[in-house]
C-alpha cells in the first residue's frame, strides 16, 4: 500500500468511472474519498495529539498513512464533531495550509475551534441536518445525519452537535455515520433518506472499563452494526474507530462473528491505513 507522498499522488492518479467512488483508509473512521470531480476528507487524525494532551493511554497504534502537510489535494474536509480523533487540529490545521482551495463542513459546535486553528470564517459550511445541499463546485449531494453519541444533542443556535454525512455522489450514496449509537428515531431518520449502498459505521463497542478508566465514549457494538446493515438492507459495510488505539478497540473477530451470525451474506470490509477500497455499483 502506498504511503506519504505516494499515497496523495496514487489518489489523484486513480481513475474514477461512472458508477464508482474510490475510498481510501486513513485510520480510525478518517478516509479520503474521491469523486468525478473532487476529493473529500473525513475525520482524518494523522498525528499523535490524543496522546500528547491525555497521555500514553491515547498512543498511536500505528504511524499516519500521509502527514497533514502531504495532503494537498482536498476539496473538502468533513468533520463528524470535535473529538480530537475526528477534529484533529494538527491534521486540520496542516490541510487547512496544505489545501488552501479546500472548505470544511461540520456542526457548527466546531466553530470555535476552526476558528482557533484560524480557518478562515469563509472556508467554513455549517449545513442544516436533513437538508439535501450540492457542494458548490462539485457533484456531490450531502445530507447532514444526526448522530448520538451517546445522546442526539441538539443546540438552537449550532445544530446537532454530533453528525454524519450522507453522500450521494457519481451514481453511488454513501453514508459515515461519525460517531454513533442507535437512537430512538435513527432507523426512521435513516429510512426516510435514500438507501446508501456503502455505509462506514464506528464499531468498537462500548463497555464499563473504557467508559470509567480509559475515559473513552464508545459506539456501536458489532452485533448491533450487524443487525443494521440487514434491517436496513445496506450492501456493504465498512467498520472503522477500531484500529487506532489499542485501549479502545475490541478484537475484529468479534465483528466477524456478529456478521456471520447475524446475516453470513451481508458484504463487509475493512479498510487499511493507505488502502483503496474501490466500490462499483
Not at 459515515?176 to 428515531?185: F, K, R, S
Request: aromatic share 12%; glycine share 8%.
Amino acid at each position: 500500500m502506498p504511503f506519504g507522498q505516494d499515497l496523495i499522488n496514487h489518489i489523484q492518479n486513480t481513475p474514477i468511472i461512472p458508477g464508482s467512488l474510490g475510498i481510501w483508509g486513513l485510520g480510525q473512521v478518517g478516509f479520503a474519498i474521491k469523486g468525478p470531480d473532487a476529493v473529500i476528507y473525513i475525520d482524518p487524525c494523522l498525528s499523535d495529539v490524543v496522546r500528547e494532551q491525555f497521555g500514553d493511554v491515547w498512543k498511536r497504534g500505528y504511524e499516519p498513512p500521509c502527514l497533514p502537510t502531504q495532503v494537498t489535494n482536498a476539496t473538502y474536509y468533513m468533520i463528524s464533531h470535535e473529538h480530537m480523533d475526528h477534529l484533529d487540529p494538527v491534521t486540520t490545521g496542516g490541510v487547512a495550509k496544505a489545501s488552501p482551495q479546500s472548505k470544511f463542513v461540520t456542526t457548527a459546535w466546531c466553530r470555535d475551534l476552526l476558528n482557533e486553528i484560524d480557518i478562515a470564517e469563509d472556508r467554513q459550511l455549517f449545513p442544516q441536518a436533513l437538508t439535501p445541499i450540492t457542494l458548490p463546485g462539485t457533484s456531490l449531494k450531502l445530507t447532514i445525519v444526526p448522530s448520538a453519541h451517546y445522546a442526539k444533542e441538539y443546540d438552537e443556535a449550532k445544530g446537532y452537535r454530533w453528525i454524519g454525512f450522507l453522500i450521494e455522489w457519481n451514481g453511488v450514496t454513501l453514508y459515515h455515520a461519525g460517531d454513533t449509537i442507535i437512537y430512538p428515531d435513527y432507523l426512521d431518520i435513516l429510512r426516510s433518506l435514500p438507501k446508501p449502498d456503502i455505509v462506514i459505521l464506528p464499531v468498537n463497542g462500548r463497555d464499563w472499563y473504557r467508559e470509567e478508566i480509559v475515559k473513552a465514549t464508545g459506539n456501536l457494538l458489532p452485533y448491533e452494526a450487524a443487525w443494521l446493515a440487514k434491517e436496513l438492507g445496506w450492501d456493504t459495510v465498512i467498520p472503522g474507530h477500531n484500529d487506532l488505539y489499542p485501549t479502545n478497540a475490541i478484537p475484529q473477530e468479534h465483528i466477524a462473528e456478529a456478521f456471520a451470525r447475524v446475516d453470513p451474506r451481508q458484504k463487509y470490509k475493512s479498510v487499511q491505513p493507505g488502502e483503496l477500497y474501490y466500490y462499483v455499483k
